[in-house]
DNA sequence: TCCAAAATCCCCCATCTGGGCGATAGCCCG
DNA sequence: CGGGCTATCGCCCAGATGGGGGATTTTGGA
């Protein structure tokens, strides 16, 4: 991996910080440095087409903010590899950036030396954060609510995801229609909704399947 | 944080490995183990109803692995937090583990030290981890398949995981039940489905919302 | 041991849904 | 300029769905 060149992209509006993470890079063999910007808007346009890997992106920036920038471009370039700027480590606004596309993050007085290796990483496929946020992003992959449902009702449940009417569902479970109804009838009261739609939006929200 | 004793639970078949790591946790000032078990099984049973706080989990065992524990055990004791055990960095199962309900995982060679402080780091809300891991956890948060839908697909899509009949849509948006209709007719095709709850569930699993 | 919950099956019926088919108008891209 | 896509509105109808009842048996925990 460390043998191609990586092309780093740099969204920040500190003249200073930019120019100066924009020398590290460009001075270093093996790293470039050719998209500069000072804010998103512009960053959007611009990078929606280029070769750029990582993108370091600031997240407080005058108009549209970083984190809006990555959610527009991760869908159009999801290849490029995005690590927030912040000043100091704001748990919610990094959540928020992973939640948007971002790979990791980086603090702005990060020495050169763990700059460039944090990009290095998130080039090889990593994703370097603290174990806090870690452990925020790992969370939300977790129920949170105890499921209310018998077992019975969850499987059905997840046959409700796919798309099974009281037929086909009754038929994979060696069950009557009746039945099926029925236990839908009940899963419906504990989630409180009353249409498969709703039942099945609420299981993959709150996780119950 | 540091102030307070941590309860330490251990599941691991090798006697040794067993003993070592008990005697080392038991033998630290701030930590306790006394729940040490050599099988997922006993382990499940005893801890259900513990006050334990951190679990060291071994993933290979012999019956039932420590990540079916993990998954039977989290649901009925969520303020447990679970450490995976392994012998090397196997990102796949570490990755099973954590979607089974682990915040985190040790190489079963970790020092004392290393060991000592993951579990403080986890008792005190955090999840250590390897940046390729984090990153794999990072990557199933995003969506994979670019969106078929268009900007007025998606919003319909969004009021269908709530449950929303027609009308109620329609209403929402200021439209005729009738377009509200087309619309979602063209959402089945694009996502080849042919019902709402098969829709709401792949728009949430595929993360299209 | 006894009760509550779960699991199974059944009926009725108003309403909702999905599929088929059609129409007009705007918009963008080639 | 024409064709494709989107957005908007319309009608018909068979079949699915949700809500209202009720019933029996098994299971599991207190």
């Known amino acids: 991996?460390?043998?191609?060149?990586?092309?780093?992209?740099?969204?920040?509006?500190?003249?200073?910080?930019?120019?100066?993470?924009?020398?590290?890079?460009?001075?270093t063999p093996g790293y470039s440095c050719k998209m500069?910007?000072?804010?998103?808007?512009?960053?959007?346009?611009?990078?929606?087409?280029?070769?750029v890997n990582v993108v370091l992106m600031d997240i407080e920036l005058p108009g549209m903010t970083g984190i809006e920038a990555v959610?527009?471009?991760?869908?159009v370039a999801p290849d490029m590899d995005f690590l927030m700027l912040t000043i100091r480590q704001d748990d919610e606004a990094i959540f928020n950036s992973i939640c948007a596309g971002a790979t990791g993050y980086l603090v702005?007085?990060?020495?050169?030396?763990?700059l460039l290796q944090a990009i290095q990483e998130v080039a090889d496929g990593g994703a370097p954060m603290s174990t806090s946020i870690a452990r925020k992003v790992i969370r939300s992959f977790h129920a949170t609510t105890?499921?209310?449902?018998?077992?019975?009702?969850?499987?059905?449940?997840?046959?409700?995801?796919d798309g099974l009417n009281y037929r086909s569902i009754a038929q994979q479970?060696?069950?009557?229609?009746?039945?099926?109804?029925?236990h839908i009838k009940n899963i419906y009261k504990k989630l409180h909704v009353n249409s498969r739609a709703e039942a099945v939006g609420k299981a993959l929200k709150d996780k119950l399947i």
């Open 71 to 75: 959610k527009q471009l991760k869908p």
């Open 36 to 51: 500069v910007f000072s804010n998103a808007e512009a960053a959007v346009e611009a990078l929606r087409n280029s070769y």
């Open 146 to 161: 105890p499921s209310p449902l018998s077992s019975r009702e969850t499987e059905i449940l997840k046959l409700l995801c």
């Open 1 to 27: 991996m460390s043998s191609s060149l990586i092309h780093v992209g740099i969204v920040e509006d500190n003249d200073e910080i930019r120019q100066t993470l924009a020398l590290i890079i460009d001075g």
């Open 173 to 182: 479970l060696f069950l009557s229609a009746h039945t099926v109804k029925s």
């Open 108 to 114: 702005k007085d990060t020495p050169p030396t763990a």
